[in-house]
């Protein structure tokens, strides 16, 4: 969501910029500038990066921007709702349990266990696969970063091209001002594309690998205490050791209005 509004403000700030001339030349001069910074950057990025790699950036800002977070509170109750069913009834009830989660390591690490793993196995297992995300992240992470570099040294470079476009209409004024406008707007393009695009996305790029980070460990400490057939108590209290404060805090006022509805059907 926020990536779109990065994007909206971007085309806002080029549109005003294109309303500020009275003619058609005007806007055509901005069109190109923006052309030359953003296909300059693209360029670099494809020359620099295998296509496999640049194609990953595009899941991976998905993700980072995606509106459903990890629910910690709602995840402790489907956890522990999925352990009394283990040790209820078995195996064949995390099969059923891996259904209702979207977390990909909470479900290969439910099916691990339905299938008899060991937790050396599983915990291997899944650490693995945090770690090739990681990877992924990291790459694009590196990618976009380049980008938020390339953009400002193209804009620098449009501005070279424009001021050797003036020069030889010195001797006649009128014409000046197409060139003069892609020597300055480039660099105005490559600047607002490396810190209202780029470099934000590099950020919550890296914000959402310490945010992975945290939903990891809170996954294995699920798996474990599932694995071991811990009590419901004490499910809960390892879980809310590893949440993040305000999930911890969000957990704690949802159990206790669950627990005044409760009592409240019960009076």
């Not at 290969?108 to 945090?130: N, R």
């Not at 695009?197 to 400490?221: G, T």
């Not at 599932?226 to 949440?243: G, T």
Request: glycine share 4%; hydrophobic share 45%; charged share 20%.
């Amino acid at each position: 969501m926020k990536f779109i509004v990065f994007l909206v403000c971007f085309v806002c700030v080029i549109l005003f910029s294109s309303s500020l001339y009275e003619n058609y030349h005007g806007i055509l001069y901005n069109m190109l500038s923006i052309f030359f910074v953003f296909g300059g950057t693209l360029t670099a990025t494809f020359i620099s990066f295998p296509v496999k790699k640049i194609r990953q950036i595009t899941e991976a800002v998905k993700k980072a921007y995606e509106i459903e977070k990890f629910d910690y509170a709602e995840s402790t109750r489907q956890i522990i709702h999925a352990a009394r069913e283990y040790k209820r009834l078995g195996f064949k009830s995390l099969e059923e349990s891996s259904k209702d989660t979207n977390n990909p390591y909470l479900k290969l690490g439910f099916l691990l266990i339905a299938d008899s793993c060991t937790w050396d196995h599983i915990k291997t297992t899944i650490k693995k696969e945090f770690i090739f995300d990681s990877l992924q992240n990291d790459s694009s992470q590196r990618i976009v970063r380049s980008m938020a570099k390339y953009a400002p040294a193209f804009g620098l470079a449009g501005t070279i091209v424009g001021l050797m476009r003036i020069f030889p209409q010195l001797s006649n004024p009128v014409n000046i001002g197409g060139a003069m406008s892609i020597a300055l707007l480039t660099t105005l393009y490559g600047v607002l594309a490396s810190n209202l695009v780029f470099f934000p996305i590099a950020n919550k790029l890296r914000d959402n690998a310490s945010e992975d980070e945290i939903v990891y460990r809170f996954v294995i400490e699920a798996l474990h205490c599932i694995n071991e057939k811990e009590y419901s108590i004490v499910i809960e209290q390892r879980l809310s050791s590893v949440m993040p404060k305000y999930q911890l805090l969000k957990y704690q006022a949802d159990k206790t209005e669950s627990l005044q509805l409760r009592m409240a059907e019960n009076s």
